[in-house]
């Protein structure tokens, strides 16, 4: 398939507040700081054009800049990480967004590719996200692990922190093959962000403190593609323990 090169900006909203784990887009992982090994597993993409950290912190700002990275400040008060990188698209050409989480660590850098493919392919697609089903070592009743279930066509019905499906008679021990696990990465067309920041906080975003939900709640189907690629999360310092083996 072929495809303008230009077409894809990846921005990776950083902030250094976090509730459970402050600074931890600073934190090393393999002598570098985490942030650095998703913009730079960014940049091997072949759709992408442009990577930019965007954050509202000198300490960020001054991470990116000492491994030659961009970055751009957006200081205003943002509510969620696809807001911020909203607010940052003013003087980028690309049609094609992706937010790529900061602590959403790719274990292989085709993990960007399998979200920015299937998207291109589809003209009709307005947002996008990736999903992986769960593995023995996954944690379904986490609330940080995040839940999809999803229609026939693969878009998204509802993301949860709660595990869903719940499954009533499930035989003893098969509750890992149910579900499909969420990962940090969103892709939009460009108008479509734009529009989604325009939108309130919905209900269910507010509830379960999930930005994609507003999406859904208020009418922006969200497509969500299988990965097979492997990711580590890190939402506290035990998650960092366990990217470091």
Same mark, same amino acid.
């Given at each position: 398939m072929l495809f303008n090169r230009s077409s894809v900006a990846v921005l990776i909203p950083a902030r250094y507040e976090s509730t459970r784990f402050p600074g931890k887009v600073l934190v090393s992982i393999d002598d570098k700081p985490m942030i650095q090994h998703i913009y730079e597993a960014a940049r091997q993409s072949p759709y992408v054009s442009t990577v930019r950290v965007v954050t509202d912190d000198a300490?960020?700002?001054?991470?990116?800049?000492?491994?030659?990275g961009? *970055?751009?400040?957006?200081? =205003?008060?943002?509510?969620?990480?696809?807001? =911020? *990188?909203?607010a940052a698209i003013q003087?980028?050409?690309?049609?094609?967004?992706?937010?790529?989480?900061?602590?959403?660590?790719?274990?292989?850098?085709?993990?960007?590719d399998d979200l920015i493919r299937p998207f291109l392919a589809d003209p009709s697609a307005q947002?996008?996200?990736?999903? =992986?089903?769960?593995?023995?070592?996954?944690?379904?009743?986490?609330?940080?692990? *995040?839940? *999809?279930?999803?229609?026939? =066509?693969?878009r998204a019905?509802?993301?949860?922190?709660?595990?869903?499906?719940?499954?009533?008679?499930?035989?003893?021990?098969?509750?890992?093959?149910d579900y499909w696990l969420h990962l940090g990465l969103y892709i939009f067309r460009r108008e479509t962000l734009l529009r989604f920041a325009e939108l309130p906080t919905g209900t269910w975003e507010a509830a379960e403190q999930l930005e994609q939900l507003r999406a859904l709640e208020f009418g922006i189907p969200v497509h969500v593609w299988e990965t097979h690629v492997q990711s580590v999360r890190i939402d506290t310092p035990d998650d960092l323990i366990h990217a470091n083996r």
């Open positions: 300490r960020i700002e001054t991470a990116v800049r000492n491994f030659d961009a *970055v751009s400040v957006v200081d =205003r008060p943002c509510r969620t990480g696809s807001d =911020r *990188v909203a003087d980028l050409d690309e049609e094609i967004v992706v937010n790529w989480q900061a602590d959403e660590i790719p274990r292989d850098p085709g993990l960007l947002m996008g996200t990736l999903m =992986r089903k769960a593995q023995p070592s996954d944690n379904p009743s986490d609330p940080s692990v *995040v839940k *999809v279930v999803t229609d026939r =066509r693969s019905l509802y993301f949860s922190r709660a595990p869903i499906p719940y499954v009533r008679d499930r035989p003893t021990g098969s509750q890992r093959g």
